[in-house]
């Protein structure tokens, strides 16, 4: 029974709840958000206090950094040592911290993302800033608290004689916060808080005045007054940091990009690697090389572009495509109070001005103690020297120091202290010249605690001392501001057609959606050889194009996309082009390519007329097809439910169209019939339709050619037919019968597919896999009634599912 008891039954949901929520207090309090006061983490602070006791400071020799990292972690902070020498480093490093906490001598890592060497090769100290954090810390200024092994304290905060969370920027994230605070620039944060501490009612935009917005290591243009304006209202906003470029004239009239800055926390190895692989993948032209040239006078990188390119319009493009302009968002968290808060620009300063008048007080508390108790000391000094002779007396008739204290209280009413400071006086001091000195030192004392008293009784007084603390910090410290800040961001048009290299190709599309460009010479290279594909794939066309252009690749379902045909992949004639969903995502897996169609110019008056299965067509102009924005599927036509597209032809609005359906009606009327509407809309009633009857083909042509179909049935009749036999109808009409009615197994249209010449070839695909070749020209033109000559033997090979047109080496127009 007592066994049991030790046990307790728990439900998970409250263990694993209680167990997550204070690891979570702990990672937020303790780990990885910064105190709003001294803007530090534990683990800089612990870095910075060790190597201030271990005396490793600015005006001391580099030790290594293996040291410092052993003391951080066997007195103050015990986590592993990688953690702690990361977070070293990145106080070193002049491209994360405006103001560098921490000198290092050695390899401490790059902005190249190249890693630091080893802290047994690195010699670091406190840099004379971080100094400024510490100073003053051994004057009561702080409280501390037991280490994690009660062998030693160590400081809950620092004094931070400057304001270190805004200068130096944070950034972290914890369990349910993170963090991100920019850093600014000294001199302006110090003015900001003077400001505010001389007159509480500041306001925001007073504050504006001086402090212009984030100062990054690296400078850079930060654009948008806006969102430094609600960042610092709400400590949540978001601004564009733009790298600090120009375009220089090179000899022979071309021109190059030069970078001497780049956005804050950007890699450049990556930054460069990114811009050269939009030169090598042909996404953008006119580049000729990208090199870095940074070197020990400063960075530089260097796009150089060929003759004629428009350095304007490749500079936007690189804006928009790299991380040469990103977005910073501000989330300006800190610890204030114990707990995480969201804080602006006011909040942050008035956490720092709140902390720095305790510092001050405190520590003029210990002066004014430390000056009361020398002052009580001298007082006894001097009054000892004044009856020096009895006071020798008393101490030589004494039988030892305790006796000769209480002797020297007893009769002349000295306190203890001012006794123990008499009997360990040295005999020099009794000369004539030191009690001219302790006169002035008491006199210096007098004056020195009124002072400090005079701080404690007024705050304007303590104020006063604060600023002139705070300037004398920034006259030493602040440099030249880095980042340049814009009020507006700039919109970044980009006109492709100025970037794009205008190259003529071969595109190819299949029926299961592989597409690919081909350069002209691997297509010519190719002897006639059909394109690769994969197997039981076959070409829905292949089209001469130029990379300026557009190809639309119309869907069953009534989607379309819109692809420039710059952006297809470069793929040689020989080899499998690439699935079209890596171009454009959200195909649904239902749906598939049936035409396709490139595009030199969305004009006006071309438009495109699509017929559906159950009988509908809709025209609408080409120029509504054109799109801005093409990475998912776009609408071409509304369907029904159940319906699908079986055709889509570039029409001027002037032609013929002829129906057929599989009972075998056909149907001519004009196209003017159908009249234009929108995009999105669904068209009319093309033909009326039996029960159970669709549309299996659709053609257009103009009365001044000569038209013949050739229809295919599912029995393997072919028969070739005249639009003669027909008579133009209109639009919704039923048509006229192509075939004789049977009253048993009658015919059902597979294809009626127009001739485009006299001699054309079509593959006819059984059930069984079983492929014919029909060769037009083998058919005389028969009557309306007749069904045709029999190709195969449905009984032996099943009957025919499906017909198309071979696509030989002459370019089509379109597969319909």
């Known amino acids: 029974m007592a066994q049991t008891e030790r046990y307790l039954d728990l439900p998970l949901e409250d263990v694993i709840g209680d167990r997550f929520g204070r690891y979570s207090k702990y990672i937020i309090q303790e780990r990885a958000l910064p105190d709003a006061r001294d803007g530090l983490k534990p683990v800089q602070r612990r870095i910075l206090y060790a190597m201030y006791k271990d005396g490793n400071t600015a005006d001391k020799p580099f030790r290594k950094s293996a040291k410092t990292v052993g003391n951080v972690i066997g007195n103050y902070h015990p986590h592993g040592d990688s953690s702690v020498y990361e977070a070293m480093i990145r106080m070193s490093q002049e491209w994360k911290v405006r103001n560098l906490l921490v ?78 605070i920019p850093p600014h620039h000294l001199g302006e944060i110090i003015d900001g808080v003077i400001m505010q501490m ?324 691997s297509y010519t290279a190719s002897n006639g050889e059909l394109p690769g594909m994969k197997e039981g794939d076959y070409l829905l066309g292949y089209y001469p194009a130029n990379t300026i252009n557009t190809i639309l690749l119309f869907t069953k379902l009534g989607n379309y996309l819109y692809i420039p045909i710059h952006q297809l992949p470069d793929i040689r004639w020989k080899d499998n082009g690439q699935h079209v969903a890596n171009l454009v995502s959200g195909l649904d897996r239902e749906d598939e390519i049936i035409s396709a169609m490139p595009i030199v110019e969305f004009k006006e008056d071309e438009s495109l007329l699509f017929i559906t299965k159950e009988g509908m067509a809709k025209r609408s102009q080409l120029s509504l097809y054109q799109a801005q924005r093409f990475s998912k599927p776009l609408m071409a036509v509304k369907l029904k439910e159940n319906d699908e597209v079986i055709s889509i032809m570039k029409t001027d609005g002037n032609q013929e169209l002829f129906l057929a359906t599989n009972f075998g009606y056909g149907l001519w009327f004009s196209e003017e019939e159908v009249s234009l509407v929108g995009q999105r809309a669904a068209g009319v009633k093309a033909i009326n339709l039996k029960e159970g009857d669709s549309v299996i083909d659709a053609s257009t042509f103009s009365l001044d050619e000569k038209i013949e179909f050739i229809i295919v049935t599912h029995r393997g009749g072919v028969k070739k037919i005249s639009i003669t036999e027909f008579e133009k109808s209109s639009r919704a009409k039923r048509g006229l019968v192509m075939l004789r009615e049977l009253k048993s197994n009658p015919h059902r249209v597979v294809a009626c597919k127009r001739l485009l010449k006299p001699k054309e070839m079509f593959i006819i695909i059984t059930e069984k896999d079983k492929e014919i070749i029909l060769d037009s020209s083998a058919y005389r033109n028969s009557d309306r009634y007749s069904n045709g000559s029999f190709i195969v033997d449905t009984a032996a090979e099943g009957s025919i599912n499906q017909v198309r047109r071979t696509v030989e080496k002459e370019l089509n127009d379109d597969e319909s």
């Not at 009361?372 to 007082?379: A, G």
């Not at 004392?445 to 404690?456: D, F, P, T, W």
């Open 103 to 180: 000198d290092m001598h050695g390899n401490n890592g790059s902005i190249d993302g190249d890693p630091p060497a080893a802290m047994r090769y690195t010699e670091a100290r406190l840099s004379s800033i971080a100094a400024q954090l510490l100073r003053d810390i051994d004057r009561d200024t702080v409280e501390f608290i037991p280490n994690f092994d009660d062998s030693e304290e160590e400081p809950v905060v620092f004094p931070a004689m400057f304001p270190n969370l805004l200068v130096n920027g944070s950034t972290g994230i914890s369990a349910g916060y993170a963090t991100d």
């Open 198 to 521: 001389e007159k509480p009612n500041t306001t925001l935009d007073d504050l504006l005045q001086v402090i212009q917005g984030p100062d990054f290591p690296t400078g850079g243009i930060v654009q948008g007054l806006d969102g430094i304006r609600q960042a610092y209202r709400t400590g949540k906003g978001k601004v564009i940091v733009r790298a600090k470029t120009e375009i220089e004239e090179l000899r022979g009239g071309r021109k190059q990009i030069t970078i001497h800055e780049i956005p804050y926390e950007i890699v450049k190895s990556n930054l460069v690697k990114k811009m050269d692989e939009l030169r090598f993948d042909k996404k953008v032209d006119g580049i000729a090389e990208v090199r870095d040239d940074t070197d020990r006078t400063g960075l530089r990188i260097v796009v150089e572009l060929k003759k004629e390119a428009d350095a304007q319009a490749i500079l936007h493009y690189l804006f928009k495509n790299t991380d040469l302009q990103v977005t910073y968002n501000f989330n300006m968290v800190a610890i204030h109070n114990k707990a995480p808060k969201l804080m602006g620009l006011q909040a942050l300063i008035q956490a720092y001005i709140d902390h720095q008048k305790i510092v001050f007080t405190r520590r003029a508390n210990y002066d004014l103690k430390k000056a009361q108790d020398r002052q009580h000391i001298v007082k006894g000094l001097i009054k000892a020297i004044s009856i020096l002779d009895e006071v020798i007396a008393t101490i030589r008739s004494s039988t030892d120091k305790k006796d000769a204290k209480n002797n020297l209280i007893e009769r002349y009413q000295f306190t203890e202290e001012q006794a123990e400071a008499i009997v360990t006086l040295q005999l020099y001091r009794l000369t004539n010249t030191d009690i001219t000195t302790l006169e002035e030192e008491a006199a210096e004392l007098e004056r020195r605690i009124h002072e400090l008293e005079a701080i404690l009784e007024s705050e304007k007084k303590l104020i006063k001392v604060i600023k002139n603390d705070l300037l004398s910090i920034k006259k030493q410290f602040a440099d030249p501001r880095r980042t340049v800040i814009k009020a507006e961001i700039e919109e970044i048009k980009i006109n492709m057609d100025v970037l794009i290299a205008s190259e003529d190709v071969m595109v190819t599309v299949t029926k299961e959606g592989y597409v690919k460009r081909t350069s002209i010479r």
